[in-house]
């Protein structure tokens, strides 16, 4: 299993310091990680900015650091809301379009995409529909560029386990594989090891980092008394460390014949706070942690 860590962790969102991508891949060699997953937005790697000159720089400190670029993780939204006369969906597919070709230049094998948001200007089997036509047309084009697109249970459209699997046979394309996290499906109670095993056969990636479930409250007055709010804070803490069982989802994964890439993220804010050093600490938790129960 190879062990990558995203470079959205050190894109300076949720108040995080900020490395730029040939100091993240310098840090992320440092700490030991076998590849990297570059985020395929402002201020890292968005196509609007690439030049040649960019791709050479960021392959130069690959080169030079020893160290594999994996996943280009792109954002997307196939929902298609707004104007109907604006061409969303079109936007949207020619960016990974444009991310898959910034993969092959930098031997990353993947381009990892989201489905859509629920929206209420849709039927939920028209938007699914939507979804799954938007997706073949992504796989195809990326497949001329010998790229993997790697569907993440984020997004509401196919987010549970069942729906997502139904989702991938719909889409029917040999290079659309699943990008399976343990975050959704905990937060959602599905079993982890049940839900690993069975998605493993068609997953390329996963992406983890772990959570502590803070409750929520709202005082009534009149009834000196609390009321239980849903749903609850999630907030980020060292790997390990957190509600999520990862234990029962890697095990789930390996008996279901996963061998990919597991990458680490900080995508939200984490205890302790954003200083460079604090990210470092997390990062470095996850490699240890991974090492010392499966690898």
Known sequence: ??????????????????????????????????????????????????????????????????IKCS??????????????????????IQYVQQLAQLAQQ??????RIFTAYDSP????????????????????????????VAVQNHHDVGVHSDALLELLHDIDRPNCKLGFDAWSPAL???NLFEAARKMAPYTAITTNADYIRLPRFNYQPEVINYQRLQPDIVRAVKFGTGFIDY??????????????????????????????????DFAAEYLTWMKTHLI
């Open 1 to 66: 299993m190879k062990l990558c860590l995203f470079s959205v962790s050190y894109a300076g969102f949720w108040g995080q310091s900020t490395l730029n991508l040939t100091e993240f891949i310098a840090q992320s060699s440092q700490l030991g990680y076998d590849s990297v997953m570059l985020m395929g937005k402002r201020p890292h790697l968005s196509p609007l900015d690439v030049t040649p000159e960019k791709v050479a720089s960021i392959q130069h400190a690959l080169d030079e650091h020893q």
């Open 71 to 92: 996943i280009i993780g792109g954002y997307t939204d196939f929902s298609g809301t707004g104007a109907a006369e604006v061409p969303f969906l079109e936007f949207q």
């Open 106 to 111: 930098l031997g990353a094998s993947t381009v």
């Open 121 to 148: 200007q849709q039927t939920p089997h028209a938007l699914w529909c939507q979804v799954v036509s938007a997706l073949q047309e992504c796989c195809d084009r990326a497949a001329a560029y010998n790229v993997t």
């Open 188 to 190: 959602r109670e599905e």
């Open 247 to 280: 234990s029962a989802f890697f095990h789930g994964l390996k008996e279901g014949g996963f061998n990919g890439t597991a990458t680490y993220e900080m995508c939200s804010p984490i205890r302790g706070g954003g200083s460079l050093e604090n990210l470092n």
